[in-house]
C-alpha cells in the first residue's frame, strides 16, 4: 500500500478525467480546489497532461513503419521450409503436426464430447422420470 493520504490517491485516479474533460461540475471543483494544495498531485497532473498530449501526437501523425519492412515479411513468407516460416500452431509449423489430421480429431472428440453430454442428459431425465412414479 502507498503512503500517500487517501485523498490525494482518489484525487490522481481522477486526473485522467479531468485532462480529458470528462470529469465536470462539482466532482472538477473538488479536484482543483485540491490540486491548489497539494504539489505531489499537481506534478501528477503535468505528467497526466504529457502523457495525453503525446497520445494526441500520435494520433495526428502515425508513426511510420521501418523501411524495407514489407520487402523482408514478403521474403519470409515465401521462403525456406514451414518450421522456418512463423510459428502457427494451426499450421503445425511449431509441432509438425499436419493440419488435417488435427481437424479431425477436433471433430471427432467434439462428436464424442457431445455424444457423452446427450446420452447423460437423457440418463439424468429417465432417473428422474423413474423417481417420480
Not at 27 to 47: I, Q, T, W, Y
Request: with cysteine; hydrophobic share 40%.
Amino acid at each position: 500500500m502507498t503512503d500517500e493520504p487517501r485523498f490525494c490517491r482518489e484525487t490522481q485516479a481522477q486526473l485522467p478525467f479531468l485532462v480529458s474533460g470528462e470529469l465536470t461540475g462539482w466532482g472538477a471543483r473538488v479536484v482543483r480546489a485540491h490540486l491548489k494544495r497539494c504539489e505531489d498531485c499537481r506534478a501528477e497532473l503535468a505528467r497526466q497532461e504529457q502523457l495525453t498530449s503525446a497520445f494526441a501526437s500520435l494520433r495526428d501523425s502515425p508513426p511510420a513503419p521501418p523501411a524495407g519492412l514489407l520487402d523482408n515479411l514478403l521474403a519470409r513468407a515465401h521462403g525456406g521450409s514451414i518450421r522456418e516460416k512463423a510459428a502457427v500452431p494451426a499450421r503445425g509449423a511449431v509441432s509438425g503436426a499436419r493440419p488435417a489430421m488435427s481437424v479431425a480429431f477436433l471433430t471427432v472428440g467434439a462428436s464424442a464430447s457431445t455424444g457423452v453430454g446427450y446420452a447423460v442428459y437423457k440418463g439424468a431425465r429417465w432417473a428422474l422420470s423413474r423417481r417420480g412414479r
